[in-house]
């Protein structure tokens, strides 16, 4: 079986996850899909997504005829993994707040979670926090904001500093904390302002590594072939919204060729 590996996203943050793809899964083929006509998802209410989720990836699934889909997004993956799985045919590794690992490093036993305000709610991640950091104290903040920067930064924009640091002050009026989960794939991009702005030494816990590991566990499970000849394809839900030349330009940097649109 080819492996051909289903990247989604509701935009283009999910390339922090592809990037670590990339890495330990060189020869596999991958189709990205980004929702653009339906970003942002932190935003929405969990009847929208269930509903969009549960309707767009069995096709985005059927049109590339992938192996293994990943969900390189907190904000879906924390709400309808099961859902989803319900209704594609193919295995589905999703991306989930890295609590685990974070209560692992913390010494001070106060966590940061930077979320979506959607992942930050929902119950998966209240479990998430009382089943391996019961004792530890949770700092949460849900920001739209960072999203919006962090697709601008990908997208090879400028970002204000000040725009971060104030979506991050709560966070650092905890003298004690010392670790923070980056639990929405967009703000892998942002690490390098993070730690810019961190008033001391601070580990920025991401899922990205691990869900790339699980995935490659997975491929060797299935007995996936690596490919010689690739082509990677970009597939979003919307032309309007975006700039296409800008998009063609980073997803080469990535090895994709393609835009198609699928409407949903
Ligand atoms: N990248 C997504 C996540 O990991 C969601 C961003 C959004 O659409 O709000 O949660």
Redesign the pocket.
Same mark, same amino acid.
């Given at each position: 079986m080819k492996s051909r590996i289903a990247v989604f996203?509701?935009?283009i943050?999910?390339l922090s996850v592809l990037s670590e793809l990339q890495k330990i899964l060189p020869s596999s083929e991958y189709y990205y899909c980004l929702d653009n006509a339906f970003?942002?998802?932190? !935003?929405k209410t969990e009847e929208e997504l269930i509903q969009r989720l549960t309707k767009l990836l069995p096709i985005f699934v059927r049109n590339c005829d992938a192996r293994i889909l990943v969900l #390189?997004?907190? %904000?879906?993956s924390t709400l309808a993994l099961e859902a989803i799985r319900s209704v594609v045919n193919i295995p589905v590794v999703g991306?989930v707040p890295a609590i685990k690992p974070a209560a692992n490093l913390s010494k001070s036993r106060v966590i940061g979670l930077l #979320? !979506?305000e #959607? !992942?930050v709610r929902r119950k998966y991640t209240d479990s998430l926090i009382s089943d391996f950091a019961k004792d530890c104290e949770l700092i949460k903040i849900g920001s739209?904001k960072l999203?919006d920067i962090a697709e601008a930064k990908i997208r090879g924009d400028l970002v204000s500093l000040s725009e971060i640091s104030s979506e991050l002050a709560p966070f650092f009026k905890h003298e004690n904390l010392d670790t923070i989960v980056l639990?929405? %794939?967009?703000f892998d991009h942002l690490r390098e302002e993070f730690e810019k702005l961190a008033p001391r030494d601070i580990r920025w816990v991401s899922s990205a590594g691990a869900v790339a590991l699980r995935t490659k566990t997975l491929a060797e499970e299935l007995g996936l072939k690596e490919l010689d000849k690739k082509e990677n394809r970009l597939i979003g839900t919307q032309v309007a919204k975006m700039n296409l030349h800008t998009l063609s330009v980073l997803f080469k940097r990535y090895g994709f060729a393609f835009y198609q649109t699928l409407i949903v």
């Amino acid at each position: 079986m080819k492996s051909r590996i289903a990247v989604f996203d509701s935009g283009i943050g999910g390339l922090s996850v592809l990037s670590e793809l990339q890495k330990i899964l060189p020869s596999s083929e991958y189709y990205y899909c980004l929702d653009n006509a339906f970003y942002p998802y932190g !935003t929405k209410t969990e009847e929208e997504l269930i509903q969009r989720l549960t309707k767009l990836l069995p096709i985005f699934v059927r049109n590339c005829d992938a192996r293994i889909l990943v969900l #390189a997004c907190n %904000t879906a993956s924390t709400l309808a993994l099961e859902a989803i799985r319900s209704v594609v045919n193919i295995p589905v590794v999703g991306v989930v707040p890295a609590i685990k690992p974070a209560a692992n490093l913390s010494k001070s036993r106060v966590i940061g979670l930077l #979320a !979506t305000e #959607a !992942t930050v709610r929902r119950k998966y991640t209240d479990s998430l926090i009382s089943d391996f950091a019961k004792d530890c104290e949770l700092i949460k903040i849900g920001s739209r904001k960072l999203v919006d920067i962090a697709e601008a930064k990908i997208r090879g924009d400028l970002v204000s500093l000040s725009e971060i640091s104030s979506e991050l002050a709560p966070f650092f009026k905890h003298e004690n904390l010392d670790t923070i989960v980056l639990a929405c %794939t967009h703000f892998d991009h942002l690490r390098e302002e993070f730690e810019k702005l961190a008033p001391r030494d601070i580990r920025w816990v991401s899922s990205a590594g691990a869900v790339a590991l699980r995935t490659k566990t997975l491929a060797e499970e299935l007995g996936l072939k690596e490919l010689d000849k690739k082509e990677n394809r970009l597939i979003g839900t919307q032309v309007a919204k975006m700039n296409l030349h800008t998009l063609s330009v980073l997803f080469k940097r990535y090895g994709f060729a393609f835009y198609q649109t699928l409407i949903v």
